[in-house]
Each structure stands twice: as structure tokens, then as C-alpha cells.
């Protein structure tokens, strides 16, 4: 994906954006500098065998429903092994289709396989990709078949510049105070396309909390209700935050002008 093109329209000094957040208590505000929500890579693989009969001559076959057994196997065990375990990753296999159920006795050409790759960090991406692609390459050629795999890096990491936090904080501390302010909080490993954005431009995004309970359901969960309660205070930060950067930066500019008056002044 191409990075936003609005910035070359308005170009802009700092943006900013939360999330509702059921896991943090209502009203509470969580922010960190650097990495807050993952890189996020979609798995599509293809395993691709020769077909039969699992009682006549299987041995005959290329069995794709053993090889996407192994493979899963194998794949499961990527982050443990292959990526450093002070680097937080997640690589997990989700969808997989193959075969008739019906069919009970019949070794099926293909088994497909979906699931996403999460990471914090560029280089942790990189050796995430490359170690399923390697881990396919060894099961097909162990156990005779093809495996294709596309490998789609979705978003990046969403990446929090550390002066937009700092901004972000001392206005949510003025606004709700520092009891319901919570710093350098654990990232997610979820995915976020404001991320393409704070390639562009530096800026913050945070978690405002909607959470009414231990029994608020998850994000993402069919029984989820959004606390509409939290909306006029998820306003009203923005507004804040938005309202600060702009008296600073005006700040800044009549400082400036001021100072350069000054040695203007000296100099004549």
C-alpha cells in the first residue's frame, strides 16, 4: 500500500488518534513511546500433493493432508526457535481446508492453509517471513510435494514518535489526571493502518479504556458493545490534544520571530 497522499495536500507537524480499548478499565488512558500495535503479515499456503485412495494404494499417493499436519507442526514452533524471545512475535495458523469430509476414504490434491504473522520491529518481520518460507521449502521437499506461499506484509508497525507522546501524556494528565494515565503501557499485537500515516508524519496513537468489568467482552467478540459512554471523554482528549499542539506551535513561532528580532536588532 502507498503511503497516504493527503500529506502532500496538508502537510502537518504532529497527528494523533485513539482506540477504545475494552481490556483497561473505562476512562482510562494508556500511551507508550516506539511500537504500540504490530506489523501485520497475512499467510496464504497452498500444499499440493497427487491424490488417491487411502485404503487401496495410498502408497501410491502424495499425501497433502500429512504434509500440511507436518507443516503445521513445524510452523508452531518458528517463534520459539527462530526468533529472538526479547523480540515479541506471533505467528499463528488459523484457517484449513482440504479434502471431503464425506469422502473418508480419498486422499485429496491440495490442502490450503491461512494465518498472520505479527511482529514489533522490522528486522523480527523479516526473519518471520523468511523462516516459513524455509520451513515450507523443507517439508515439501521432505515428504515430495509443493508448497506455495504468499506471504503478504499487510500493515507496518505502528511506531509512536516519543515528543508526541510526551504531548500526549501532559495533556491527559491535566485533562483526567494521573491516576487514569497509565505510561509506557504493553503494546498490542494487533494491527493498525494508522500506521501508514505515522510513517509520514510523526505523531501518537493511544487506548482510551471502555472496559465495564472482568466480564466486557474482547474487541473483535460477537458479544462486544461499545461503552457509548466514552465517547464525549474520547472528544473532548482529542480536542485537548489538538488544541495544546497548536498553542505550543504558536508558541514556538512567536519565540522564534522574537529571538530573531532581537539579533537583528544586535546586528544593526
Known amino acids: 500500500m502507498t503511503a497516504p497522499k493527503g500529506f502532500e495536500r496538508f502537510p502537518m507537524d504532529a497527528i494523533y488518534a485513539l482506540h477504545n480499548w475494552p481490556a483497561l478499565s473505562a476512562g482510562k488512558v494508556a500511551i507508550r513511546s516506539g511500537p504500540i500495535m504490530a506489523a501485520t503479515d497475512r499467510l496464504d499456503i497452498t500444499v499440493r500433493g497427487?491424490?488417491?485412495?487411502?485404503?487401496?494404494?495410498p502408497h501410491l499417493s502424495v499425501d497433502p493432508v500429512r504434509m500440511a499436519a507436518a507443516l503445521i507442526q513445524a510452523l508452531h514452533s518458528v517463534v520459539s526457535r527462530d526468533i529472538d524471545p526479547l523480540s515479541p512475535a506471533v505467528l499463528s495458523l488459523c484457517g484449513l481446508q482440504g479434502g471431503d469430509l464425506d469422502g473418508f476414504a480419498v486422499i485429496p490434491d491440495e490442502v490450503r492453509i491461512s494465518g498472520t504473522g505479527r511482529s514489533l520491529d522490522a528486522a523480527t518481520?523479516?526473519?518471520?517471513?523468511?523462516?516459513?518460507?524455509?520451513t515450507c521449502e523443507g517439508i515439501a521437499a521432505t515428504y515430495g510435494g509443493v508448497i506455495?506461499?504468499?506471504?503478504?506484509?499487510?500493515?507496518?508497525?505502528?511506531?509512536?514518535?516519543?515528543?508526541?507522546v510526551r504531548h500526549v501524556e501532559n495533556v491527559v494528565s491535566a485533562a483526567v489526571g494521573e491516576d487514569d494515565s497509565i505510561r509506557d503501557a504493553a503494546p498490542s499485537l494487533g494491527g493498525e493502518d494508522f500506521s501508514f500515516m505515522l510513517e509520514r508524519c510523526p505523531g501518537a496513537y493511544f487506548f482510551l479504556g471502555t472496559g465495564q468489568g472482568d466480564g466486557t467482552p474482547p474487541l473483535h467478540n460477537a458479544r462486544f458493545d461499545f461503552n457509548?459512554?466514552?465517547?464525549?471523554?474520547?472528544c473532548r482528549l482529542l480536542t485537548a490534544i489538538a488544541l495544546a499542539a497548536l498553542t505550543d506551535s504558536h508558541n514556538d513561532a512567536e519565540a522564534?520571530?522574537?529571538t530573531h528580532t532581537a539579533l537583528v536588532n544586535n546586528d544593526a
Open 228 to 234: 457509548d459512554d466514552l465517547i464525549p471523554r474520547g
Open 148 to 164: 506455495d506461499v504468499d506471504y503478504q506484509r499487510i500493515f507496518p508497525a505502528a511506531v509512536n514518535a516519543e515528543s508526541a
Open 125 to 134: 518481520q523479516e526473519r518471520l517471513e523468511q523462516a516459513v518460507r524455509r
Open 50 to 57: 497427487r491424490g488417491g485412495h487411502g485404503g487401496v494404494d
Open 256 to 258: 522564534k520571530r522574537s
